[in-house]
């Protein structure tokens, strides 16, 4: 089946710093990535939606200029917090999306838990 | 508007009980409907999906969900809970495929 790798899977960095998220699709090509935030014991919140060749979507109070996203390839799409803060610490999930039989198909990555210290 | 909600984020069942996991959509339209069972910090797995063909899907790991338009419901079942199914469980929706809306999720708790 579809699989999607997201690196890395845990992160500490100093406030202030960026750091950048990998969301690749292994054995198919994503036109469409998606990216998500969980805070804890909480449900996903989309952020921005990602399609090869152009720029990224982003939903409603995400900070754009912050959360960069680069999907230059069908396989690839990067998540980069810049300048991070304590607040950004959270779970980030990537979702590609596929067509297969037919249908959409979405696979999730297992998730980069940030931490900002 | 699309939306999800889920009734219970709280869900307790012993061992072998019947596992019945409430998820209400809102939408003007039939959507896809989707379950997803999320362990500790871990990504989403795809329980099942329906897609408008038969309104009870079956899923992996035993689950099932039936698609009730007339009560916009697509509740997840599981005939006799294991411990291993113990994790939180999202329901959600799309309709078009590009905006996917996630219920709040549900914690279950499978007790020994």
């Known amino acids: 089946g579809a699989v999607v790798s997201q690196h890395p899977s845990w992160v500490i960095c100093k406030s202030g710093t960026s750091v950048k998220i990998e969301c690749r699709s292994l054995?198919?090509?994503?036109?469409?990535m998606f990216w998500y935030r969980q805070f804890p014991k909480q449900s996903l919140m989309l952020m921005a939606t990602?399609?090869?060749?152009?720029?990224?979507?982003?939903e409603q109070g995400v900070e754009k200029d912050k959360f960069l996203i680069n999907h230059a390839s069908l396989t690839l799409s990067t998540l980069t917090v810049t300048s991070a803060h304590p607040e950004d610490s959270s779970f980030y999930i990537c979702?590609?999306?596929?067509?297969?039989?037919?249908?959409?198909?979405?696979?999730f990555g297992s998730g980069t838990r940030l931490t900002v210290v | 508007a699309q939306s999800v909600t889920q009734l219970g984020s709280h869900v307790s069942v012993s061992e072998g009980a019947l596992v019945l996991l409430r998820c209400n959509y809102s939408?003007?339209?039939?959507?896809?409907l989707f379950w997803y069972v999320q362990y500790p910090n871990q990504g989403l797995q795809l329980l099942l999906k329906?897609?408008?063909?038969?309104?009870l899907v079956k899923g992996i790991n035993g689950f099932e969900a039936e698609f009730k338009k007339s009560e916009t419901s697509f509740h997840l079942t599981k005939p006799s809970a294991h411990m291993s199914d113990a994790a939180e469980y999202f329901c959600?929706?799309?309709?078009?495929?590009?905006?996917?809306?996630f219920g709040t999720g549900t914690s279950l708790t499978v007790i020994p």
């Open positions: 979702s590609a999306r596929d067509w297969t039989g037919g249908d959409y198909g979405y696979t």
């Open positions: 054995d198919f090509q994503a036109t469409t």
């Open positions: 990602s399609n090869e060749g152009s720029k990224a979507t982003y």
């Open positions: 939408s003007s339209v039939p959507p896809y």
């Open positions: 329906y897609t408008s063909a038969a309104t």
């Open positions: 959600a929706v799309t309709r078009t495929g590009n905006q996917f809306y």
